[in-house]
């Protein structure tokens, strides 16, 4: 019985990472990130090229965060000079302490994007992710 129920749960551990359905503009995939302790869970996310992304940002911190969404190039802008609020652009957002946040995001070809918060001293404490694009 034991086995069975190892087996089960390996199995459902293996279901939640394969990603449903593709999202479209009309209707985007949906995808949470939790962030605690000034983390961001899940580190990486997989999407297809040409995909939209409903990202929900939940922080479960007493502190205020960003998501930032973007290459190297945009998380070097972000990292020498943090706007007081984002929300206005795709793939960039605030989150309040204890709040929850959402960014629409369409991805091009494939590659991988990064995610950070550039809030001073996160992005080099480690507060940052990817996203691959296949």
């Given at each position: 019985?034991?086995?069975?129920?190892?087996?089960?749960?390996?199995?459902?551990?293996?279901a939640?990472?394969?990603?449903?359905?593709?999202?479209?503009?009309?209707?985007?995939?949906?995808?949470?990130?939790?962030?605690?302790?000034?983390?961001?869970?899940?580190?990486?996310?997989?999407?297809?090229?040409?995909?939209?992304?409903?990202?929900?940002?939940?922080?479960?911190?007493?502190?205020?965060?960003?998501?930032?969404l973007?290459?190297?190039?945009?998380?070097?802008?972000?990292?020498?000079?943090?706007?007081?609020?984002?929300?206005?652009?795709?793939?960039?957002?605030?989150?309040?302490?204890?709040?929850?946040?959402?960014?629409?995001?369409?991805?091009?070809?494939?590659?991988?994007?990064?995610?950070?918060?550039?809030?001073?001293g996160?992005?080099?404490?480690?507060?940052?992710?990817?996203?691959?694009?296949?």
């Open positions: 019985m034991a086995l069975v129920a190892s087996a089960a749960l390996a199995l459902s551990a293996c939640a990472d394969v990603p449903g359905p593709r999202g479209t503009r009309e209707r985007p995939r949906k995808v949470v990130i939790r962030i605690e302790h000034s983390a961001f869970l899940p580190e990486e996310v997989g999407v297809a090229a040409g995909e939209t992304v409903r990202f929900v940002l939940e922080n479960g911190d007493p502190i205020g965060h960003e998501f930032i973007g290459d190297a190039a945009l998380q070097d802008v972000h990292e020498r000079g943090t706007e007081a609020h984002h929300g206005d652009r795709p793939g960039e957002v605030s989150v309040p302490s204890g709040g929850t946040a959402e960014t629409t995001f369409t991805f091009g070809g494939g590659g991988t994007l990064i995610f950070g918060c550039h809030l001073p996160h992005y080099a404490y480690g507060m940052r992710g990817t996203v691959r694009v296949a």
